[in-house]
C-alpha cells in the first residue's frame, strides 16, 4: 500500500510538472507568434515603400528621357541659330563691302562724273530720275546696312535665349540623375532592411513551429498521463479508471527525501525457494544494485534483462528470503492485482533523476 501511495505522489508530481511545461511552451508561443506579426508587418511595410520609390524612380527617369529630348531638340535650334548667325553677319559684310565699291567707283574721281549723268539726260524727267539716283545711293547703302545688322542682332538674342534654356535643361538634367542616384541608394538600403527582416522572420517562424511541436508534444504528453475515462493495456483491450482508498497526506519535505531514478536491468534470476520474488541487477549511473521484486509472477527473469525501469534507489537495504535487496522496482496495480513496471515514455540514461 505504502508503495502505491508513493508512485501516486510521484505521478501527481510529473502531471504537475508536464502542465507547467505546456503553459511555459504556451506562453513563449504567444510571444514569438506576436514577433513574427510583427516582422510580416515591418517586410510588407518596407515592400511598399520599396515599391513607393520604384514608382518614383521610373517617373523621374521618364522625365530624364523627355528633358533628353528638349536638349536635344535646343542643341539642333541652336545649331540653326548659329548657322543664320554666320550667313546674316556674311551678308552684312557683302553689303558693306559692295556700298564701299560702289561709293569708291562714284566718288573716286570727284563730283564730274555726276555732272556728266546729269548732263547726258534727255529729259526733264530723266535729270530728275538721275539727280534722285545719284542722292540715293549711299541712303540705300546705310539702309541695307542697318538692316543687315537688325538681323544680326536678332539672330545673335535668339541664339543667346537658345543657348539660356539649354543651361537650365541641362541643370535640371543634372537635379534629375542626382535624385535618381539618392533614390537608387534608399532602394539599395530599402532591399537590403527587406532581406534582414525575411531572416529575422525565417528564423522566427523557424522557431514558433520548433515550439507548436514541443507543445504539441507537451500536450500529448499529458493527455496519456491524464486519460479521464478509458485507458489500453498492453494488451490492447480497454479497462476503466479506478480509484484507491486514499492514505493521510504527506509532507512534501518527506516526499522529497525519496530519490528516484532511471535504471537499466542487465542480469535477472528467480530467488531460491520463492514463488513471488526475482533478483535483479540494476545499473544506475555508474553503480549497480541488487534489488529483489515480488514480480515474478508477471515477468520472467530473461523478459526482465534490458528493461528500462524506474527505481527508488535510496530504500534502506533489507533482506528478502534471505537475499539483499538495495531499493525498489516501481510497478502499477490494477484492481485484479496485475503489476506494469514503470518505464520512461522516451529513451532516457540509467541513472536519470525522475523529478
Known amino acids: 500500500m505504502l508503495l502505491r501511495r508513493r508512485v501516486t505522489s510521484l505521478l501527481l508530481v510529473l502531471a504537475l510538472g508536464t502542465g507547467m511545461a505546456v503553459q511555459a511552451h504556451a506562453s513563449e508561443i504567444d510571444e514569438t507568434q506576436k514577433q513574427a506579426e510583427e516582422l510580416e508587418k515591418k517586410k510588407k511595410d518596407a515592400e511598399n515603400e520599396k515599391n513607393s520609390l520604384e514608382k518614383q524612380l521610373n517617373e523621374i527617369v521618364a522625365e530624364m528621357d523627355r528633358t533628353k529630348e528638349k536638349i536635344d531638340t535646343k542643341e539642333a535650334e541652336i545649331s540653326e541659330k548659329e548657322d543664320e548667325l554666320i550667313q546674316a553677319k556674311v551678308d552684312e559684310n557683302d553689303q558693306y563691302e559692295s556700298m564701299k565699291k560702289r561709293i569708291k567707283y562714284m566718288y573716286e574721281n570727284g563730283n564730274s562724273q555726276f555732272i556728266e549723268i546729269l548732263c547726258e539726260s534727255k529729259s526733264i524727267g530723266e535729270f530728275l530720275n538721275n539727280a534722285e539716283y545719284i542722292s540715293t545711293i549711299s541712303e540705300y547703302d546705310r539702309n541695307m546696312l542697318v538692316q543687315f545688322q537688325e538681323i544680326v542682332k536678332q539672330v545673335q538674342e535668339q541664339e543667346a535665349t537658345l543657348k539660356k534654356e539649354y543651361e537650365e535643361l541641362e541643370v535640371m538634367q543634372n537635379e534629375l540623375i542626382a535624385k535618381q542616384d539618392n533614390l537608387n541608394e534608399l532602394m539599395e538600403s530599402k532591399q537590403e532592411e ?101 514480480i515474478k509472477a508477471h515477468y520472467a527473469p530473461e523478459e526482465m534483462v534490458g528493461k528500462k525501469v524506474m527505481v527508488l534507489v535510496n530504500l534502506k537495504p533489507a533482506k528478502l528470503a534471505g537475499v539483499l535487496s538495495e531499493g525498489m522496482l516501481l510497478c502499477a496495480e490494477d484492481e485484479e492485482g496485475q503489476l506494469a513496471l514503470m518505464t520512461p515514455e522516451k529513451a532516457m540514461p540509467a541513472g536519470a533523476e525522475i523529478c
Not at 236 to 258: C, L, N, W
Not at 268 to 279: F, G, R
Open 194 to 294: 527587406i532581406e534582414q527582416i525575411s531572416d529575422d522572420l525565417g528564423a522566427t517562424q523557424e522557431k514558433l513551429q520548433k515550439l507548436k511541436e514541443a507543445a504539441e508534444a507537451a500536450k500529448e504528453e499529458a493527455g496519456q498521463g491524464a486519460k479521464t475515462e478509458e485507458t489500453k493495456t498492453e494488451g490492447g483491450q480497454e479497462t476503466a479508471d479506478m480509484d484507491i482508498e486514499p492514505k493521510a497526506e504527506v509532507a512534501y519535505d518527506d516526499f522529497a527525501k525519496m530519490q528516484f531514478q532511471v535504471g537499466e536491468i542487465i542480469a535477472c534470476e528467480a530467488v531460491p525457494k520463492s514463488k513471488k520474488l526475482l533478483c535483479s541487477q540494476v545499473r544506475i549511473g555508474s553503480q549497480v544494485k541488487q534489488i529483489v521484486s515480488g
